[in-house]
């Protein structure tokens, strides 16, 4: 029998705002346990939360970047459940009037294109921490994430693979990295994914009972648990047995699903209205003003690079990953404005040791690239001495100029110097002469690198090419 896969995910981002969605508690990242709380984020009786208006205006703009319905007037509402890390004995979420709604997002799998919808963005808190003992059969709460706000993004389940998965998570990871509204950081938590997946026989229209998978903190684990779960689920359905709906932990160590609990539904929320908040408002002016203030979007800032700088999709796509490498890409191009040459270099030298994640730590500024890509192209460094070059300033983060002038790596250009290393190569390899007198004249780049090698590498390449077939002639 044949079955469909059917997927959907649910995308917690957290916001960077400096303090949390209905108090003033900082939301900095790796301080010492339960030091930015305070009795409105712990819960305490009599304290009411104040909305961080600086949230909305975040959801505001991750609605109009995928094309989300805003809703003027949306509500929050209290969800049940008890849990050590919720102090209040529930999460102040949005349910029956989310802030947007009916979104989508184009992919690109395997070259196929197509769009996955967006059931609601919604404005939450996020729940504090449990610390497990590594030693001790115990656990501590660590309640500094209380209240940090987060946009839950649900997805249509319109996913029917793993790799569509994995594509549509990336999409969206880098247009929260483009708006500046979340950082991203997938080990930290601040990106986080939770995903549904259930089969069905092919043509069937109902789906099939879901499993819920958690714990995943990466591209590749997205991936891995969702495959892991789709292999098991067929293989349940092919003996004939019944799939058990669940909650299930992602355990990368043994590269397999684990059952935590039973999935929860809705009605098991008992969700109702918070009455300590009123409705949030949204005027046509607030969202133009936020309109007005968007970026170029990845999608956008591709097509731009294909149009306007003549590049591949396949480059284009890889230098928009992410905003700090297209920003990192257009700094150095106003130095040097070769687009593909840049792109090649960046493609193969610096995103081998800097991701597009991690432009911002490579010590090598975009004016500094351009330089040395200027230098080669000038050919005062052969492009094989660029390359040392490249990998001295990564190290260092030095000038090239300075680099090449300490080291003495100028290229050598001079006819007369390069004739007799030339003449000299020759007459000590009369065997590989032979070959190229008889028609083998790839031997010349034997020749070629024999000259590089007692040059250290600094002779001009098509130069000594010339040079070479004029002495064999």
């Not at 909650?247 to 300590?276: C, I, Q, S, V």
């Amino acid at each position: 029998m044949e079955f469909e896969t059917v997927i959907g995910l649910e995308i917690h981002a957290q916001m960077k705002t400096k303090s949390k969605i209905f108090c003033g508690c900082s939301t900095e990242f790796g301080a010492p346990p339960n030091t930015h709380t305070c009795p409105v984020c712990l819960g305490m009786p009599g304290v009411l939360p104040v909305l961080n208006r600086r949230v909305v205006e975040f959801a505001i703009k991750l609605a109009l970047a995928t094309g989300s319905a805003i809703n003027r007037e949306n509500r929050f509402a209290r969800k049940n459940y008890f849990y050590p890390d919720l102090p209040k004995g529930y999460q102040i979420s949005q349910f029956e009037l989310p802030i947007a709604e009916h979104g989508r997002l184009e992919i690109d799998v395997d070259g196929e294109r197509k769009f996955i919808g967006i059931t609601r963005i919604h404005m939450e808190e996020d729940a504090g921490k449990l610390v497990h003992d590594d030693v001790e059969p115990v656990s501590y709460v660590d309640l500094n994430r209380t209240g940090t706000p987060l946009l839950e993004i649900v997805s249509e389940p319109d996913i029917r693979s793993p790799a569509e998965a994995a594509a549509y998570l990336k999409k969206l990871h880098a247009i929260v990295r483009y708006l500046d509204i979340c950082d991203g950081n997938m080990q930290e938590g601040s990106f986080r994914c939770d995903a549904n997946i259930s089969l069905r026989p092919r043509g069937q229209k109902e789906f099939g009972i879901r499993t819920e998978l958690k714990n995943m903190n990466s591209f590749r684990n997205v991936q891995l648990a969702l495959e892991y779960e789709e292999r098991r689920q067929r293989d349940i359905l092919l003996d004939g047995g019944q799939v058990v709906q669940q909650t299930l932990l992602w355990n990368p160590d043994r590269n397999r699903t684990e059952p935590m609990r039973g999935k929860e539904e809705a009605h098991d929320y008992r969700y109702f209205p918070d009455p300590d908040l009123v409705p949030v408002m949204v005027d046509d002016a607030w969202i133009e003003e936020v309109r007005q203030g968007l970026p170029e979007l990845p999608e956008e800032r591709k097509t731009r690079f294909m149009a306007e700088l003549g590049l591949p999709e396949y480059d284009a796509t890889i230098l928009t990953a992410s905003r700090e490498l297209a920003d990192f890409f257009e700094a150095a191009l106003a130095g040097y404005d070769r687009a593909k040459k840049l792109s090649n270099f960046i493609g193969t030298e610096l995103l081998r040791d800097y991701g597009p994640e991690r432009i911002g730590e490579c010590p090598v500024a975009p004016v500094q690239l351009a330089r040395l890509l200027t230098m080669a192209e000038e050919g005062t460094i052969s492009g094989k001495i660029a390359k040392t070059v490249f990998a001295e300033m990564l190290a260092t983060g030095t000038d090239p100029d300075v680099i090449v002038r300490e080291k003495g790596l100028v290229q050598m250009s001079d006819e007369g110097e390069l004739v007799a290393l030339v003449r000299e190569i020759i007459e000590a390899n009369p065997a590989q002469a032979r070959q190229y007198r008889d028609g083998k004249t790839k031997v010349i780049g034997f020749f070629v690198g024999q000259l590089m090698k007692k040059t250290r590498g600094k002779a001009n390449p098509q130069m000594a090419n010339k040079l070479f077939q004029k002495e064999l002639s």
